[in-house]
């Protein structure tokens, strides 16, 4: 099975959308034993590879994929951030607790705190997440971000 995974990776590459979203399908299909593949295709100067490779995570919605996908939030491509965003919150409330660390360790980047926004509204709306400390109210509001850290670690330790 390696081989057809490292196959099916190395079609991501193709200047042919078609056998890339193929090659995207067989991967979410096979689930898990990709991702740890997949991980280094984030970095890499290739728009479309950078988009597949987190569609794929995104589909696949595994835990294990979380600190990639939070990693992605900071992503220079705005796709790539919005598809990281939408498979943590497909995986769910198991987001959280990564979410609220990334927003202590690096809470000064606007583009991090924006994707987080989007991932807890995202599992708000869902039912996955109440906002009992309201980190989405700070994370809309310039003037509350002191208390964005001490707010996300609070939140971190409870989850």
């Not at 294990?64 to 990693?71: A, C, Y």
């Not at 003037?143 to 964005?148: D, K, Q, S």
């Amino acid at each position: 099975m390696g081989q057809e995974i490292a196959e099916l990776v190395k079609c991501l590459f193709s200047e042919d959308g078609i056998v890339r979203q193929k090659a995207r399908y067989k991967l979410v299909k096979i689930g898990k034993p990709v991702i740890t593949l997949l991980i280094g295709l984030q970095y890499l100067p290739d728009q479309h590879v950078r988009w597949e490779a987190m569609k794929t995570l995104s589909q696949i919605a595994d835990p294990d994929s979380i600190p990639i996908l939070v990693n992605a939030l900071e992503n220079t491509n705005s796709d790539v951030r919005w598809l990281a965003a939408d498979g943590l919150i497909e995986i769910g409330k198991e987001s959280i607790a990564s979410l609220m660390l990334a927003l202590e360790e690096r809470g000064d980047s606007r583009i991090l705190r924006e994707g987080v926004h989007h991932v807890l509204k995202g599992l708000e709306d869902k039912g996955l997440y109440i906002d009992e400390y309201d980190i989405i109210g700070i994370l809309e509001d310039a003037e509350r971000l002191a208390l964005l850290r001490p707010t996300a670690a609070k939140i971190r330790m409870r989850s």
